[in-house]
């Protein structure tokens, strides 16, 4: 099926006096946190569809207009600002909107299966300087797909939905909500004196590589020795974890616990469960080590608490690890604890440690760059997840209500992991694993058994 591009603009902020962008504050620049600058500097496309009756394109944009005047940071551009340091110019650049026809009905596009077809339901994503690009794709039933692609040191996941639900209500000409909280210049201060309790030169940051050449050169190995070229190509393979089956995996995990012990979470046992499944798939054994990247939130976790409307990043991440063998040997309810642990563990001092840390001037000193590295291609033995629960990402209703569908873009990243509650709303998740083709075929043999 083709996808054909209809028309390409900028969208800018429409202020509600209905002028035209422009004022003194249209050309302040406001400093990236630490916390927006250690996490991916790219963009993250995400994929909605809706059943027909949507309203007209011309609504859409204009909702997204109204939208950015108030989350004006998604309309200006990054750069150096005056000050030399990384910064967001609220210059009211504005947004990419682009519109799209398929001369086909949604029913036959592959949803279904994440392929490289999703790549053409949203703006390319690579070397653009908008900070939001949105593609408006009608199918001849009537139907719309959205693609969105947001610059992730602008917003994380918590902030992005946020955004979502703003730009829908706006659609149907309801008051933006929420209001952002936007002061990520100030809020994230160090302390006075700084203390500095945790690893973060080996968690969050990483030396720089040796040259340039450093990911060409090891574009086929990861840390680990493992090799790209030797078990085959990636694919990404979409697997529907039903309410019943969570449930039952849930129980599984927190059955051996004593009391006064309460039960493992739905997120604890169901990470624990995959992270098993697809070390077995890969054939993992004793004496390899395996880790999962985690985001946690620390809106809730500092203290005081960030507000759940602040708009930027507020995330760090565990990394629970085991010895491969041990990991498979053993019930699901030992990965769960490791998993607990680790999440636990990234608390306020964890954060404020991090602060005070990335706040001193030893990353510049020392060339220091981040660990959260979009350009690794193998995470074998490891995994990233990055799971969406929580998120208010089903809020986006232009009027027709909530979407039918719901997908990160095709990401063929081996070892990367996404997890989605269902669109069906009854307690499902859809989780989307990307794994060497012979991994995966293994991974479908035993992912929906429960040891």
């Known amino acids: 099926m ?31 946190s630490v916390l927006d600058k250690v996490t991916y500097g790219e963009h ?17 944009e204009l909702g997204l207009a109204r939208a950015l005047a108030v989350y004006r940071e998604w309309a200006g551009r990054i ?24 001369d086909a009905p949604l029913a036959v596009w592959p949803f279904g299966a994440p392929s490289p077809e999703a790549r053409r339901l949203h703006p390319r994503i690579d070397a653009v300087e908008e900070l939001v690009q949105v593609q408006l794709t009608r199918f001849s039933c009537g139907s719309l797909a959205v693609g969105f ?12 939905g946020n955004f979502f639900a703003a730009w829908g209500l706006a659609t149907r000409g309801l008051p933006v909500y929420p209001v952002p909280v936007c002061d990520r210049g100030t809020r994230f ?20 590589p040796a040259s340039a050449d450093h990911h060409a050169d090891n574009a086929d190995e990861n840390e680990d020795g493992f090799f790209a070229a030797a078990p085959g190509k990636v694919k990404v393979h979409r697997m529907h974890l039903s309410k019943e089956f969570v449930a039952r995996l849930k129980a599984r995990a ?53 507000p759940r409307d602040y708009f930027g990043n507020v995330v760090l991440w565990a990394f629970p690890r085991s010895d ?29 440690s991090f602060v005070d840390f990335a706040s001193s001037g030893v990353v510049e000193a020392e060339g220091l760059v981040p660990t959260a590295d979009s350009d690794q291609t193998v995470l074998c033995p490891n995994l990233e997840l990055d799971a969406w629960l929580g998120i208010n990402f089903f809020d986006l209703d232009f009027g027709s209500g909530a979407p039918i569908y719901f997908m990160p873009t095709y990401y063929p990243m081996e070892g990367s992991l996404f997890l989605l509650p269902s669109v069906l709303g009854d307690g499902s998740m859809e989780a989307y694993v990307s794994l060497f083709d012979n991994h995966l075929d293994e991974f479908k043999k035993i992912c929906h058994k429960i040891a």
């Open 44 to 60: 993250v496309a995400l994929i909605y569809a809706f059943r027909p009756p949507n309203p007209p394109n011309a609504a859409l």
């Open 189 to 208: 201060a160090p302390r006075d004196p700084p203390l500095v309790e945790f690893p973060h030169r080996e968690t969050e940051y990483k030396a720089a």
């Open 324 to 352: 491969a063998g041990q990991l498979v040997a053993r019930p699901v309810g030992h990965a769960a604890e490791l998993i607990h642990r680790a999440v636990a563990a990234v608390d306020d001092a964890y954060f404020r």
């Open 79 to 102: 750069g150096v600002g005056p000050d030399g340091r990384r910064s967001v110019c609220l210059n009211d650049a504005g947004a990419r909107f682009v519109e799209a026809t398929v």
């Open 2 to 32: 083709k996808v054909k591009i209809e028309s390409s603009k900028i969208v800018k902020p429409l202020h509600d006096d209905g002028m035209a962008p422009g004022g003194a504050a249209a050309d302040e620049w406001v400093p990236l």
């Open 149 to 160: 692609a947001g610059h992730h040191q602008i917003a994380d996941g918590q902030a992005t």
């Open 254 to 306: 927190s059955s051996g616990l004593p009391p006064p012990r309460r039960g493992y979470t739905t997120f604890q046992s169901v990470v624990a469960h995959l992270w098993r499944t697809i070390t077995a798939a890969r054939g993992l054994g004793a004496g390899v080590t395996t880790k999962v990247r985690i985001s946690v939130n620390g809106r809730t976790r500092m203290r005081p608490p960030v």
